[in-house]
């Protein structure tokens, strides 16, 4: 069975505060999303990644940014949380044009 | 870019009854449509999935059904049980990345 793992399930932080989301697939997929899930708006796409050290803009990636050193991992960060970015974060992995598989997911506060 | 539809935003069913959730899609590009179901306090989770040269799939009390020309797909699914509560996504896509969901449908089968 194909794994995503988001280490962190709930965070509380406060505003300015860096967040780091991580992220961890164990299936070799090339391909790693993050999404951001808030009632009434479904997900939404903040960045995905194609291969190690590329990522590309999703449709919402302002205020986010991500880093994918290596396959398997792929981080997310707030370099300065607001309230605005309180939601549930879902990570994905996925292996070419084959199905996207989803992590259990973050819920960030931010106070 | 693409834009998703989904309808309705609730339905509630007697147990046993049949569940439909239709969703329609703008980018006649698009070629892949899976659906999602989240349970509370998780990720999606893929239960079912179509592409652009099959006009239905079914796989036990769930089938999706897709009209290319109308630009609409739905979900059914028969025989409900309590089990079937949830939240269920329908999505859209050229390949399988960069999926465009709809906004959700709650479900809710009724004992």
């Known amino acids: 069975d194909v794994k995503v793992t988001q280490s962190s399930r709930y965070l509380v932080k406060r505003t300015g505060e860096k967040v780091f989301l991580e992220c961890v697939q164990d299936?070799?997929?090339?391909?790693m999303f993050w999404y951001r899930q808030d009632p009434g708006l479904g997900l939404r796409l903040i960045y995905f990644?194609?291969?190690?050290?590329?990522?590309e803009k999703g449709d919402i990636p302002e205020g986010y940014s991500v880093s994918r050193e290596k396959k398997e991992r792929f981080s997310l960060i707030l370099e300065s949380a607001s309230t605005n970015q309180t939601s549930m974060y879902l990570c994905?992995?996925?292996?070419?044009?084959?199905?996207?598989?989803f992590g259990e997911g973050s819920w960030l506060t931010v106070v | 870019g693409e834009n998703v539809e989904q309808h309705p935003s609730t339905l509630s069913v007697q147990e046993g009854d049949s569940a439909v959730i239709k969703c329609t899609y703008s980018?006649?590009?698009?070629?892949?449509f899976p659906w999602y179901k989240q349970e509370l306090g998780k990720g999606p989770q893929l239960i079912i999935d179509?592409?652009?040269?099959?006009g239905e799939k079914k796989d036990q009390r769930i089938a999706v059904t897709l009209n290319k020309t109308a630009k609409h797909f739905s979900l059914h699914i028969t025989e409900t049980q309590p089990e079937d509560s949830a939240v269920y996504f329908c999505?859209?896509?050229?390949?399988?990345?960069?999926?465009?969901f709809g906004t959700g449908t709650r479900l809710t089968v009724i004992p």
């Open positions: 179509i592409r652009s040269n099959v």
């Open positions: 990644s194609y291969d190690v050290k590329m990522k």
């Open positions: 994905a992995s996925s292996l070419g044009e084959n199905t996207i598989y």
């Open positions: 299936m070799d997929h090339e391909n």
């Open positions: 980018d006649s590009a698009s070629n892949y």
């Open positions: 999505a859209a896509s050229y390949g399988a990345n960069n999926l465009f």
